[in-house]
């Protein structure tokens, strides 16, 4: 191992652990999604059935088991914790950034670190990184799948393209089928657009195709023969039904993953931007040069990048449910587009600085998040900015990180440095966003202190129920509490004495809804305007 390879391989170890890693249990978890699968994999864990995936003892079969799988291992290691259960995020994010890194350094030799940092420094993949849920797992392995195709496509080598087909099924196993029509979308637009169809014959190669098989298959055939509404509740309802419907009320309009593509890129969506028109620019004076569609070497790769960037965006824009995490695969090729954008602006004499019109745009985007990282409590817990001098603090750093940006780039070299001081502001901005931010995220997001908080007035186990909460807190409370969590609102009032969780100030409907119980105020929580009661068993007297 020469130096630069061990200067490089400390650098990602470092910004992995930091970016992925560090403060990753300090809040709890937060949404529906995160505590919904964190529970269903502890009860998968408790049934040891890794077939079935459980939610409050039946069967859910709306996602495949790739992640669940991985959090039953971290559980098995570490313990059911909220930490455990983002770990596998965490350990997909770093996967994926060290394999870009392996690719880059074999096949663009010279620009592996930075497209290795850029894309681990993407806002989606940090978000995603640190949240328990399944598009990690698909963005990393479709990552792979689309590095392994390339590989093959340029060196000719069958293992690539084994390698291709094993992380095509991994990301079928990680979110269904849409991995491998995605992986194919890119494909077929690559060769249309290089006007080479062959490949998509050379590419379907038996031995790949068995292969894919053989990893994919046996879990959906196992899960279909436990469950016979399988097909129907994943295949139909959760992936064509949600494609062309609205049934899961996630209604965007047609241009909503631009504004989260752009967001998802931060802090370097200028220059992916950038790259994303010179690769189009390139490819387009190709054929006009050519006029029978020959390829450009050097724009090949740049091409690839654009459509797998391209591909997930289109595709995910004609969906009738939208969610800002479908479009996670699509990143990681936007740091590899302006990776290669950097290897050729540098290899040309007159390329080492960036250009003017980008530096600006490209300081001010990449600054700007310290304002809310600084003043995320304020977010949080007012919903507002504040005025005065926190803003004015916040605000004042961010023009001296924003000035030195811009300074670093205007200088003659200053592309070389693109990737250190774009880094600087992304890594305050995470430890910002933590150290000041993790206890009010913690306290208005979470269920986590509010499961503690009942937790240490409860004198004898009791069952816990909600009434007119969000569902983020319930399915926080179920995970956090380890059992189900009854909901007033599906008409389930226990026979049996319970506690229930309610609206401040709903004293009156509670006592409507359970006449002739005994209710006692046990204790309000301030940070999500919840009280909470305990409530007798029936015929034990009347409430007060």
């Given amino acids: 191992m020469t130096n630069r390879t061990r200067i490089d391989a400390l650098m990602l170890a470092g910004f992995c652990a930091f970016l992925f890693l560090y403060g990753l249990g300090q809040f709890g978890l937060i949404g529906a ?44 290691l570490f313990g059911v914790s909220d930490w455990a259960a983002r770990l596998p995020s965490a350990l997909d994010a770093t996967l994926l950034v060290l394999a870009t890194y392996i690719f880059l350094r074999r096949l663009r030799s010279g620009f592996a670190l930075d497209g290795a940092l850029i894309a681990a420094s993407s806002a989606g993949i940090i978000g995603y990184a640190r949240a328990a849920s399944m598009d990690m797992a698909l963005a990393a392995a479709f990552t792979l799948a689309m590095l392994g195709w390339w590989a093959w496509r340029e060196t000719g080598k069958k293992t690539y393209l084994a390698a291709f087909y094993s992380f095509v099924a991994l990301g079928m196993l990680a979110k ?39 990893i994919a298959l046996p879990w959906y055939f196992a899960v279909q023969m436990r469950n016979p509404v399988f097909f129907h509740a994943f295949i139909v309802e959760h992936n064509l039904d949600r494609f062309s419907t609205n049934l899961y009320h996630h209604p965007e309009p047609f241009w909503y993953y631009l504004p989260v593509t752009a967001l998802a890129l931060l ?38 990048a654009c459509c797998w960037l391209i591909v997930p965006l289109l595709f995910f824009s004609l969906s009738q449910s939208k969610l800002p995490g479908y479009i996670l695969p699509a990143i990681p090729a936007g740091g590899l587009l302006l990776a290669e954008y950097l290897r050729q602006r540098l290899q040309q ?67 070389r440095m693109l990737r250190f001081v774009t880094l600087i502001p992304v890594v305050l901005t995470i430890g910002a966003t933590l150290r000041l931010g993790s206890t009010a995220i913690d306290q208005t997001l979470s ?98």
């Fill in 176 to 214: 269904g089928p849409v991995a491998p029509f995605l992986a194919a979308l890119v494909i077929v637009l690559y060769t249309a657009v290089i006007r080479e169809f062959r490949l998509v014959l050379k590419t379907l190669w038996v031995p790949g195709i068995v292969l894919f098989c053989a």
């Fill in 33 to 76: 999604d995160e505590p919904r699968y964190a529970q269903v994999a502890r009860e998968m864990l408790q049934r040891h059935d890794w077939i079935t995936p459980v939610l409050y003892g039946r069967p859910w079969l709306e996602k495949p088991p790739l992640y669940y799988w991985q959090a039953m291992i971290a559980y098995s």
């Fill in 267 to 304: 802090p370097w969506t200028v220059f992916v931007i950038a790259a994303l028109v010179q690769g189009i620019r390139m490819q387009w004076a190709s054929l006009k040069l050519t006029g029978a569609g020959e390829p450009d070497p050097g724009n090949q790769f740049s091409m690839f």
């Fill in 349 to 415: 004499a007159e390329g080492a600085s960036a250009a003017k019109g980008l530096v600006l745009p490209h300081a001010l985007l990449a600054a700007a998040p310290i304002v809310p990282a600084l003043l995320i409590a304020y977010l949080i817990t007012e919903h507002r900015l504040p005025g005065g001098r926190p803003m004015l603090v916040a605000l004042a750093i961010a023009f001296v990180l924003c000035a030195g940006i811009a300074f670093t780039l205007v200088r003659p070299s200053g592309l």
């Fill in 447 to 544: 269920a986590r202190p509010l499961a503690k908080e009942i937790a240490s007035i409860e004198t004898h186990p009791r069952p816990l129920s909600v009434y007119h909460v969000r569902r983020e807190l319930e399915y926080g409370l179920t995970f956090y509490r380890d059992e189900l969590t009854l909901n007033y609102d599906w008409g389930v009032i226990p026979p049996q004495e319970h506690l229930l969780v309610a609206p401040e100030n709903s004293q009156i409907d509670i006592a409507k809804l359970v006449a002739g119980r005994r209710v006692s105020y046990l204790g309000h929580y301030g940070a999500q305007h919840v009280d909470y009661f305990g409530v007798a068993a029936s015929g034990t007297g009347s409430p007060h």
